[in-house]
């Protein structure tokens, strides 16, 4: 079956643009991540969906950040005002469920990069 | 394009040697941990897995050690292959009520000389 899907794959934006980053899970995956992999920084979780709500945004560096969830399927992350330290992979991941043994499957990405 | 940052460690090995990936994890209450592998320009790929009730766990051609005592994680590779090479990222999970958090360990840059 399809797997975790990401679009764009690449992005180059001006710096104080907004750009929309989307994900699609895998089919039937109540859980979604996102995760930021900058240059000599490794993965950095941002935020994490249940369904369509998001109880855990302790990982969105700033109130530029945001995403959301419809459906229960699509997600869209959100950067408002780009700035140049935004510029990285922006990886998605999707699980069955919530449980601690429910492997995250990741998407290839969207690189990111803020001129 | 690679992905991850230039300066992470590297293991260079000799195609058809074993090579053994190391990990220190921070949170004495994690779960669950997990190897993931990444080649260049994809999302990291599950390995292979490992409860924090165990202490070793082995794969197809890969065997994960868990050191609850120094909080030590290995990955080993048999016979290691060209298409091995890639970064290898241990992935420490908490389980909370908010849901599955992974914590991502720096990675390691494995390359495989033919």
């Known amino acids: 079956g399809a797997g975790v899907s990401q679009s764009p794959s690449n992005k180059v934006t001006e710096k104080g643009k907004d750009v929309e980053l989307r994900c699609d899970p895998i089919?039937?995956?109540?859980?979604l991540y996102w995760y930021r992999q900058s240059l000599g920084q490794g993965l950095e979780f941002l935020i994490y969906f249940q369904g369509n709500s998001a109880p855990d945004k302790s990982g969105l560096p700033s109130d530029r950040f945001s995403a959301e969830r419809t459906g229960g399927s699509v997600s869209t992350l959100t950067i408002q005002r780009t700035q140049q330290e935004d510029s990285a992979v922006y990886l998605c991941?999707?699980?069955?469920?919530?449980?601690?043994?429910?492997?995250?499957?990741f998407g290839p990405g969207t690189r990111l990069t803020v001129l | 394009g690679e992905s991850v940052g230039l300066h992470l460690p590297t293991l260079s090995v000799q195609e058809g040697d074993n090579s053994i990936i190391n990990c220190a994890y921070s949170n004495s209450a994690s779960d669950y941990f997990i190897w993931y592998k990444q080649e260049s320009g994809k999302g990291p790929q599950f390995i292979i897995d490992i409860r924090s009730n165990m202490d070793k766990r082995q794969g197809q051609r890969v065997t994960v050690l868990l050191n609850k005592t120094v909080k030590h994680l290995s990955l080993q590779i048999a016979a290691t292959q060209p298409g091995d090479s890639a970064v290898y990222f241990c992935a420490e999970i908490v389980w909370n009520n908010a849901g599955n958090m992974l914590t991502f360990g720096g990675g390691t840059r494995l390359m495989v000389k033919p």
């Open positions: 089919s039937g995956h109540t859980a």
């Open positions: 991941a999707s699980s069955l469920d919530r449980g601690v043994e429910d492997t995250q499957y």
